[in-house]
């Protein structure tokens, strides 16, 4: 069974610092297209950040562009999303995705175009 596990969420102060791993068992991560997602209280879900199977591509919402980095250790079948300077706007449930390596990080983080499996997500808060 295909399944993506995310974890490293948790309550932060604004200004402060998360790293998030996405963790993969029944297939192996490096053959796939990975992002990252989110979804705030009502609001719709957005991509945050998605990275090519091999790491050479990456994709950044505007909002997280110069404080998030997507990144990816194939040895541990992990990817990763350090987040830095959080702001409350970044209060939301995180969540990792992986589709087929045709699909391009933009393809992917914008239109979210053949994702085939998601995990549950991990709650970021960000609050004084």
């Known amino acids: 069974q295909l399944q993506l596990v995310e974890s490293g969420g948790g309550l932060v102060q604004p200004g402060g610092s998360l790293r998030l791993a996405c963790a993969a068992s029944?297939?192996?991560?490096?053959?796939?297209?990975i992002g990252w997602f989110r979804q705030a209280p009502g609001k719709e879900r957005e991509g945050v950040s998605c990275?090519?199977?091999?790491?050479?591509?990456?994709n950044y919402a505007d909002s997280v562009k110069g404080r998030f980095t997507i990144s990816r250790d194939n040895a541990k079948n992990t990817v990763y999303l350090q987040m830095n300077s959080l702001k409350p706007e970044d209060t939301a449930v995180y969540y990792c995705?992986?589709?087929?390596?045709?699909?391009?990080?933009?393809?992917?983080?914008?239109?979210?175009?053949?994702?085939?499996?998601w995990g549950k997500g991990t709650l970021v808060t960000v609050s004084s």
């Open positions: 990275i090519s199977s091999a790491g050479g591509s990456t």
């Open positions: 995705a992986a589709a087929p390596p045709l699909f391009g990080v933009q393809a992917m983080c914008v239109s979210t175009n053949g994702i085939t499996s």
């Open positions: 029944g297939f192996t991560l490096r053959y796939y297209t």
